[in-house]
């Protein structure tokens, strides 16, 4: 058997280490300064632990394992290892701002929610080798959430407005979500094992109206304080970029006028008599109202696949399992309306979920679902594109197949969203869309990217207001009902949501630079297969693989 590399060697102890404290966390795409650490398949009968104690240890052990690496690092030449080791890095900088410096778990409420609902969601759905493990898995996570819950009621004491607004969405959601699950599972389980159910979900119950009423009784305090000191360090220490926040937020501006420009453009070659947002929200592509959400997308991504099949992309990375499915009932109020939720692992039984949201629940909530639906139905080449072919997910069924454990396991943020909103490009690149008025949509989607880069960045560093932050959506043809949402949920994760504009920039800037001495489509395949790397390692390689290629 082959040496392992020494920093191979660590990585997989760092992978593991983390997968049983965290088996919830590592094994979902929710919490995004975490690795994907494939070991969490094996712990899918227990949640997190979030105990004070316990995670003063990880901070303290991370600390040690970081050092390590540094002097790692120093003696390392190769290109590829050093790669490795910066990856290493990069990864646990994002764990320490969290968990040592955002201290979300001390001021977050959703994220507990969060990790007791995936967790049943997985205990219930993950592949398992009968019914019977699926059941022992599901009664052992109800079992420990209330022990999860009186974790949050000891650890948390002060809350950001944005958190605290939406734990209270999210909580009513949760109850329903129980209530759903109980009445499903007590009819299909035997008179034992559905007793304990029915006594589990009681307690549970019973803790999130603890939870509840605790969340109620926080000391609410302005996003503003929690978000701006962490800002800057997890674009320099977590995603690796080199770009200043100030720089970023010029580049977002930069873009904006582009875009309003080339909207002007699209307008006047389409009917120069009416404003680019009368002929965007006037337009819907022929025949989409003949079919529900759902199969209108399932048609449009079997069609991505063929065409980018025949554009020479493998067949393996476009035939990895994939469903269309309502967003779950317990994450409908936090998630995006439409969103990629990668498989965790490899194994055959696992499929990877598109979600969407058509449903929001409550009555008063009723306009803004025919509002999604008519965005759902007029940007649905986009969309698909976007979060399944050639976006989120063959990005992630390429990431998922490499052999490199380190970089099978590490996603980035930057690269993540910035390689969906270039796939979107790639549309119109490789020809796939034409009609100006669809044209007209790509323009509308990429002013409203630079929009959110603006609001991530302008909220967090004063540098705009709520109103400001509303306004600017507004000004992409959002209702200021739609445009509050948005930016409601824009506020629960700062950083995140420059990533599209910044990653797509980044990314058409490499390939601008290296699509001379190599064909785009090899330029595609070197970017996936070298994992989710910072854009100044990705220009390493590329430098490195364009000097072989010259000699």
Excluded at 250 to 264: F, K, P, T
Excluded at 480 to 494: G, I, M, S, Y
Excluded at 509 to 519: A, T, W
Aim: glycine share 4%; charged share 30%.
């Amino acid at each position: 058997m082959p040496d392992v590399a020494p920093h191979i060697r660590l990585a997989r102890d760092y992978f593991e280490s983390l997968a049983r404290r965290f088996p919830v966390m590592c094994a979902s795409d929710e919490f995004d300064f975490l690795p994907r650490a494939q070991a969490a398949a094996r712990y899918y009968d227990r949640l997190d632990e979030m105990d004070a104690h316990s995670l003063e240890e990880c901070i303290h052990e991370l600390k040690a394992l970081k050092k390590d690496l540094s002097l790692m690092m120093a003696a390392e030449n190769h290109l590829e290892d050093s790669i490795d080791l910066e990856l290493l890095q990069a990864s646990i900088a994002g764990i320490l701002i969290d968990l040592e410096q955002k201290r979300t778990w001390q001021s977050n409420p959703l994220l507990y929610l969060k990790i007791a609902f995936i967790g049943l969601d997985h205990a219930l759905n993950k592949p398992a080798a009968d019914g019977k493990e699926r059941m022992d898995r599901l009664l052992a996570r109800l079992a420990a959430v209330p022990r999860l819950f009186q974790q949050a009621m000891e650890n948390i004491t002060v809350v950001p407005e944005s958190y605290h607004e939406a734990s209270g969405a999210m909580l009513k959601d949760c109850r329903k979500y129980l209530k759903v699950l109980g009445n499903d599972m007590l009819k299909a389980w035997s008179q034992e094992p559905a007793a304990r159910l029915e006594r589990y979900l009681q307690k549970v119950l019973r803790t999130l109206e603890s939870l509840e009423r605790f969340c109620a009784s926080l000391e609410v305090k302005p996003d503003s304080l929690f978000a701006a000191a962490t800002l800057e360090k997890t674009l320099y220490d977590h995603f690796m970029c080199h770009r200043s926040v100030e720089e970023i937020y010029e580049l977002a501006l930069d873009e904006w006028h582009q875009n309003h420009q080339r909207l002007q453009q699209r307008r006047a070659s389409i009917d120069p008599g009416k404003t680019w947002q009368e002929l965007y929200h006037e337009y819907s592509p022929p025949g989409v109202d003949k079919t529900d959400t759902f199969s209108l997308y399932a048609g449009e991504i079997q069609r991505l696949k063929v065409f980018f099949r025949r554009q020479g992309f493998m067949k393996a990375d476009l035939h990895a399992p994939l469903k269309i499915a309502e967003t779950p009932l317990y994450l409908r109020s936090v998630r995006g309306a439409a969103s990629f939720a990668a498989a965790f692992t490899a194994h055959p039984e696992e499929t990877s979920y598109f979600y969407i949201t058509t449903r929001l629940g409550e009555q008063h909530d009723k306009p803004l679902e025919g509002m999604l639906k008519k965005r759902f139905h007029r940007e649905y080449r986009m969309l698909a594109a976007h979060e399944t072919f050639p976006g989120h997910h063959l990005l992630d069924a390429v990431r998922r197949r490499l052999s490199n454990p380190v970089r099978r396991q590490i996603e980035s943020p930057l690269f993540y969203e910035g390689w969906a909103s270039y796939a979107e490009s790639m549309l119109v690149d490789y020809g796939y869309i034409s009609d100006p008025k669809e044209l007209l949509v790509d323009c509308k989607r990429q002013l409203w990217r630079s929009a959110r880069c603006q609001v991530d960045i302008g909220l967090a560093t004063g540098k705009i207001d709520m109103a400001a932050a509303i306004g600017l959506l507004e000004a992409c043809g959002f209702s200021t009902l739609e445009a509050r949402r948005q930016v409601d949920r824009f506020r629960l994760n700062p950083g995140y949501q420059l990533c599209y504009t910044l990653g797509c920039y980044e990314l058409r800037r490499l390939r601008d630079y290296f699509c001379g001495p190599m064909d785009r489509n090899l330029f595609h395949r070197l970017i996936l297969e070298g994992g989710e790397l910072p854009f100044h390692l990705i220009e390493k390689r590329l430098n490195q693989r364009q000097q072989v290629m010259i000699e």
